[in-house]
């Protein structure tokens, strides 16, 4: 009886020891994972392996060894890179939030070897076919451009060698030329039939001046210069314009005869072409929040163009909209370029077909 009573206790005893050497780990896309906490901090950490017994390894390391401080210091690099980024005043909100996430991605799922001088390019390559398999291509090598970022950086401050992304060939990304924008007739019936001049704003600087989501919403009251006529996209406190150029485009008549009243429609006192310098344009009493916009117009701007019976045209297209009728008006792609803030190559790319006919064919004839 007692020999039975010492098995007994025995087989208890060796149940647990193994329920404790593999609780937590759990299988998650043909990859063995592990969930555990430590020092009050919960952990979800790829055992880099489809094997049972060798992530039940892993995991015992995990679980008593010190391989979590090297991860520690990986994420103290990270920081001193945003850190240094934000110095030199050359990274935007909305660029620091989306590589902080693909960073940070790469750091919970690399955890062998996670030191930045251990890091090698079959671990990146590896990281980059799991993307693919997950994300589309373009987000995967968003991903790609934020660790290349960050590696350069690491290079040039002897963290590491040498940049373990360049090693790393990245599927060839085909853009088609942007073919579908609205008519002038469709653009002024979307800016007439707006329901309200905060609205009507977003649509003039989308279809008239050919402004980005974010720099609509981000838009100060002193870029619009209406005496001169002409849109100064350029740095604030809180935007980088995109590529770091200033940009300037000329104002059409339309849309100074909006701008005039509605920059000033807190003030108008006296003359209608004074306003608050430096101000927001759009809803100035809104103030930055965890979004990656300080506001943002998706929801009623898709309201009213569906209202209309035109739900393909997204923010993006009033944009290509602006440009295709520049160009349809044979203005030179140079100037479109010039004023899209975008290289006179990509620009001829995806607009250079609506061009009228050119009389200079009549030459070769």
């Given at each position: 009886m007692a020999s039975k009573s010492k098995r007994s206790k025995g087989a208890a005893a060796a149940a647990k020891a193994r329920d404790a050497h593999t609780?937590?780990?759990?299988?998650?896309g043909g990859t063995y994972w592990l969930n555990f906490q430590r020092h009050g901090k919960r952990h979800f950490i790829s055992l880099?392996?489809?094997?049972?017994?060798?992530?039940?390894?892993?995991?015992?390391?995990?679980?008593?060894g010190p391989e979590l401080a090297a991860k520690q210091g990986m994420e103290a690099d990270i920081e001193a890179f945003f850190s240094a980024k934000k110095r030199l005043n050359v990274c935007s909100r909305?660029?620091?939030?989306?590589h902080r996430a693909a960073l940070m991605e790469f750091v919970k799922c690399h955890?062998?070897?996670?030191?930045?001088?251990?890091?090698?390019?079959?671990?990146?390559?590896?990281?980059?076919?799991?993307?693919?398999?997950?994300?589309?291509e373009t987000t995967a090598q968003i991903h790609m451009r934020a660790l290349r970022s960050f590696f350069s950086w690491c290079v040039e401050t002897h963290r590491c060698a040498e940049n373990p992304v360049k090693a790393v060939k990245l599927a060839r990304v085909d853009k088609p030329a942007?073919?579908?924008?609205?008519?002038?007739?469709?653009?002024?019936?979307?800016?007439?039939?707006?329901?309200?001049?905060?609205?009507?704003?977003?649509?003039?600087?989308?279809?008239h001046c050919g402004l980005r989501k974010g720099e609509i919403i981000e838009a100060r009251t002193d870029w619009f210069d209406l005496?001169?006529?002409?849109?100064?996209?350029?740095?604030?406190?809180?935007?980088?314009?995109?590529?770091?150029?200033?940009?300037?485009?000329?104002l059409t008549q339309a849309?100074?005869?909006?701008?005039?009243?509605?920059?000033?429609?807190?003030?108008?006192?006296?003359?209608?072409?004074?306003?608050?310098?430096?101000?927001?344009?759009?809803?100035p009493n809104v103030k930055q929040g965890r979004h990656i916009y300080r506001y943002d117009f998706h929801k009623p701007y898709m309201n009213h163009v569906r209202a209309q019976g035109l739900p393909w045209v997204t923010a993006h297209v009033m944009r290509h909209t602006f440009a295709s009728i520049a160009v349809q008006s044979n203005?030179?792609?140079f100037k479109v370029a010039r004023w899209l803030g975008d290289g006179v190559e990509v620009v001829e790319k995806h607009y250079a077909h609506l061009s009228p006919n050119d009389p200079d064919i009549e030459r070769t004839a």
């Open positions: 609780k937590g780990i759990y299988l998650r880099e392996t489809a094997d049972f017994a060798t992530a039940c390894q892993r995991a015992h390391r995990l679980r008593y909305q660029t620091e939030r989306v955890t062998f070897g996670i030191a930045v001088r251990d890091i090698r390019p079959s671990s990146v390559s590896a990281h980059y076919e799991r993307l693919q398999a997950r994300v589309a942007r073919l579908r924008f609205c008519t002038k007739a469709e653009r002024d019936h979307l800016i007439a039939t707006a329901p309200d001049d905060d609205l009507r704003f977003i649509l003039y600087c989308g279809f005496a001169g006529g002409s849109c100064h996209i350029q740095n604030t406190d809180t935007f980088r314009v995109k590529d770091r150029d200033s940009r300037h485009v000329p849309m100074k005869e909006f701008l005039a009243t509605y920059l000033c429609r807190d003030e108008l006192k006296g003359s209608a072409q004074t306003f608050s310098p430096k101000r927001f344009a759009l809803k203005v030179s792609i």
